[in-house]
């Protein structure tokens, strides 16, 4: 049983670009998060998909910000025109309910 | 007032000795509370969740829960210096689908 894989594990990208993070959840796992992590900060929720529901996007920071899960597994965050200000950890997280949620490595992001 | 917090620390203590991490959480209604421990440069990893009021022990890590006071806590004994690391505390609230993280408590575990 593998964990919660994500890829790329180190993106760069310069600023204004569009940039793409793949989340590959736990098998069986039926809910999927994405966080953000800025250097010494906390966690903060980006959205979550719970099975064919419509997804939570409470937390997308802007309309630059998309994400879609196809055929309730792996998931694609999108931002759209990076900005420096984006540059953070990207962790996924799955859960088999609203529980124990696990994380995946994450992608650390670098706009420069 | 955050949803959910902790002490920023950081906490040192010796090796051997008792850590003693806080959580206080500002929704009544929280079902479910969780202890992630995240390495410098690493994802966080659960470690213990609690979802009833009292102890829940597993090795030498012992979740505690007080619903009425709002507040859970985790104690390492023994601590090792393996066992530095940021500790997160994440609720599951009464109307929430999604955890809320408290920001972390960094712990040192002093050979």
């Known amino acids: 049983g593998a964990g919660v894989s994500q890829s790329p594990s180190n993106k760069v990208t310069e600023k204004g670009k569009d940039v793409e993070l793949r989340c590959d959840p736990i098998?069986?796992?039926?809910?999927l998060y994405w966080y953000r992590q800025s250097l010494g900060q906390g966690l903060e929720f980006l959205i979550y998909?719970?099975?064919?529901?419509?997804?939570?996007k409470s937390g997308l920071p802007s309309d630059r910000f998309s994400a879609e899960r196809t055929g309730g597994s792996v998931s694609t965050l999108t931002i759209q025109r990076t900005q420096q200000e984006d540059s953070a950890v990207y962790l996924c997280?799955?859960?088999?309910?609203?529980?124990?949620?696990?994380f995946g490595p994450g992608t650390r992001l670098t706009v420069t | 007032q955050k949803e959910v917090e902790q002490n920023s620390g950081p906490l040192s203590v010796p090796e051997g000795a008792i850590a003693s991490l806080n959580c206080t959480y500002s929704d009544r209604g929280s079902q479910s509370f969780f202890w992630y421990r995240q390495y410098s440069g690493k994802s966080p990893e659960l470690i213990m969740f609690?979802?009833?009021?009292g102890d829940k022990e597993d090795g030498r890590f012992t979740a505690q829960l007080n619903k009425a006071s709002q507040y859970v806590s985790l104690l390492i004994r023994d601590s090792q210096p393996s066992d530095s690391a940021t500790y997160l505390c994440a609720v599951l609230g009464s109307s929430a689908r999604q955890l809320t993280f408290g920001s972390g408590t960094q712990l040192t575990v002093l050979p």
């Open positions: 998909f719970q099975g064919n529901s419509a997804p939570d």
């Open positions: 098998s069986g796992h039926t809910a």
């Open positions: 997280a799955s859960s088999s309910d609203f529980h124990e949620q696990y």
């Open positions: 609690i979802y009833s009021n």
